[in-house]
């Protein structure tokens, strides 16, 4: 019987391992639209977030199949429950990859490269904190856990130089006002990912230890 479960317990993480890869495409094909404007890139984003929609589903079901029939033990409830938020969280970043990728049909294509590094760099580490982030489940590893907490002020101040960036150069052009608006949204759905990628960490931790983490509490260093 234990034997049968731990085999059902592989297939969730194998079908993990398999959404957050979903998740990393969906960021870098976003943001490839918004540096390329490439309609190609706009339809895998929005192709890949319902893959991942599906795939939440589908974990769901395989979540409670071993909830129902395979009488877990305490670990392996949370264990399972951590799982079942996990996927929420990625479904959510599913969601905000795409918000970024509608974003980019109608952004203006004056001034492309205005804080292109900045969002090249917010993708590149939040994309990092996703893959982290399941990983430190499968691995069952506290460690990496804490690690992609502590990347999340990385993220939170490259969106601050954004607003700043944005606040002085509406200051000084008015006439983009609208494009500076974009800009900022998709600065902020890449902080939400991030987020995202912090909560699936707090949930792998508490699959390991039963508690809760508080982030606020965490030492944290710089990146």
Known sequence: MRAKFDEQLE?????????????EEAITYAVKAFETDSE????KTFKTDQIIDD??????????????????????????????????????????????????????S?????????IS????????MVTESVDS????????????IIKDDKVDDLFIHVQDDLINAVTEDRSCGEYFVDILMIAKYLE???????????????????EHVNTRIIEKEKI
Not at 11 to 23: D, F, H, P, R
Not at 40 to 43: G, H, L, N
Not at 65 to 82: N, T
Not at 110 to 118: Q, T
Request: charged content about 30%; overall charge negative; aromatic content about 4%.
């Open 55 to 108: 795939m939440e589903r589908e974990i769901e079901s395989v979540c409670l199949k071993l909830l129902l029939q395979q009488q877990p033990v305490a670990r392996d409830l949370r264990l399972i429950s951590s799982a079942l938020k996990m996927i929420s969280d990625m479904e959510r970043i599913g969601d905000q990859a795409y918000d970024i990728a509608e974003i980019t049909k109608t952004i203006q």
């Open 11 to 23: 297939q969730l993480n194998v079908m993990l391992i398999e959404m957050g890869a979903l998740c």
């Open 137 to 148: 489940f499968v691995k069952k590893d506290i460690k990496l856990a804490n690690d992609v």
């Open 40 to 43: 190609e890139m706009r339809e």
């Open 192 to 210: 939400r990912i991030s987020d995202h990628a912090v909560n699936i960490a707090e949930w792998v931790i508490f699959s390991i230890t039963g």
């Open 121 to 128: 760099v917010m993708a590149d580490t939040a994309i990092r």
């Open 110 to 118: 004056n001034r492309k490269d205005f804080c292109r590094d900045h």
